[in-house]
């Protein structure tokens, strides 16, 4: 699987926009993009997916530039809630490395009043 | 929906000493995962099952650690002996049968405390 890149820690206002940015620079064109977040004591929580096109769903957006060597998490209106670590994974959608999740460091986001 | 359960939550044990995690993946799943995670790292996958076979061991050490999941629904990891260095959180996951693009649901994990 494709390595990716995140800054370590990002900080964002509640209510105000995150914007989680990610680089993939090798992805192949049969990986998707897939965003997973941990809030602290719990389990990765998956959030969205997408190969090449934007998606949007009821938790946030991603955005995935024209070539796919990047991406961006959008959590439209943070709340203190969101704070936890994003994963930004890329991974294969079939064969026999498929099912396997690499996680990286990730984004510490916190959120602040 | 209940989720993926695991138990126990958290677990102090002596080094040399034997341990046993459990895992209810969400009903219907075919695909099971063991991921390990040290602190302040990313989880890393330890074993993968596709019903009752596990098709990909390759990250599990096998000289301590072993797996089963018996009629692939619930499924146990073994550590015999534990060592300091097996100090982590071990997180269940579970997905509808591969080739499927959704995502994996995790459990809450058991923090394992080696002393």
């Known amino acids: 699987d494709a390595k990716t890149t995140q800054p370590t820690s990002m900080d964002c206002a509640e209510g105000r926009a995150a914007n989680l940015p990610c680089n993939h620079s090798t992805i192949s064109g049969n990986e998707y993009v897939y965003w997973y977040r941990q809030i602290h004591s719990q389990g990765p929580q998956y959030i969205i997916h997408?190969?090449?096109n934007n998606e949007t769903n009821e938790m946030a957006s991603l955005i995935i530039t024209e070539d796919r060597k990047s991406s961006t998490l959008i959590l439209p209106h943070a709340t203190l809630r969101d704070t936890a670590v994003y994963y930004c994974i890329v991974r294969v959608a079939g064969g026999t490395s498929y099912g396997k999740l690499t996680f990286g460091q990730g984004t510490i986001l916190t959120v602040h009043p | 929906e209940a989720g993926v359960v695991q138990s126990p939550r958290y677990k102090i044990i002596e080094k040399k000493q034997p341990v046993a995690f459990w895992c209810n993946p969400i009903?219907?799943?075919?695909?099971l995962y063991w991921y390990r995670q040290n602190l302040g790292q990313g989880p890393e996958l330890l074993i993968r099952y596709e019903n009752e076979e596990a098709v990909d061991d390759s990250q599990l050490p096998k000289d301590r650690f072993s797996a089963e999941r018996l009629k692939g629904v619930d499924s146990t990891l073994k550590i015999q002996p534990a060592e300091l260095g097996d100090s982590a959180v071990y997180l269940c996951?579970?997905?509808?049968?591969?080739?499927?693009?959704?995502?994996?649901?995790f459990g809450s994990g058991t923090r394992l405390t080696v002393v």
């Open positions: 996951a579970s997905s509808p049968r591969t080739g499927k693009k959704d995502g994996y649901t």
């Open positions: 009903s219907g799943h075919n695909t």
């Open positions: 997408g190969l090449k």
